[in-house]
């Protein structure tokens, strides 16, 4: 089992950027797939970004494509979240993902369903 804990959010001006974390409990974090979502007020969850176990694959919403970049520290049990760019569309909590097992292809990072693991979220709120 995995406990994540999400830091870095906060309020930035559009055009800005954050970069968020996720902390990662247990020794066997680089075995976890991870993901990071959001959710925006009356809205259902929806992905953001995603990358496999080792790193080498990652996976983007056309919304975000471009301005955000996902990158992992397994020897710190980290994930991050670079966001460049950002619009008052990109406003919500944003929360970090992870499993394990067999995950390929966009469909299968890209569903919320496929997470078992889950942080408390990190408010991001931009400011036009």
């Known amino acids: 089992q995995v406990q994540l804990v999400e830091s870095g959010g906060g309020l930035v001006q559009a055009g800005g950027s954050l970069s968020l974390s996720c902390a990662a409990s247990g020794r066997t974090f680089s075995m976890y797939f991870m993901g990071w979502f959001r959710q925006a007020p009356g809205k259902e969850r929806a992905f953001v970004a995603a990358?496999?176990?080792?790193?080498?694959?990652?996976y983007y919403a056309d919304s975000v494509k471009g301005r955000f970049t996902i990158s992992r520290d397994n020897a710190k049990n980290t994930v991050l979240l670079q966001m460049n760019s950002l619009k008052p569309e990109d406003t919500a909590v944003y929360y970090c993902?992870?499993?394990?097992?067999?995950?390929?292809?966009?469909?299968?990072?890209?569903?919320?369903?496929?997470?078992?693991?889950w942080g408390q979220g990190t408010q991001v709120t931009v400011s036009s």
């Open positions: 990358i496999n176990w080792s790193g080498d694959s990652t």
């Open positions: 993902a992870a499993n394990v097992g067999d995950c390929s292809g966009y469909g299968c990072y890209a569903s919320v369903y496929r997470y078992n693991y």
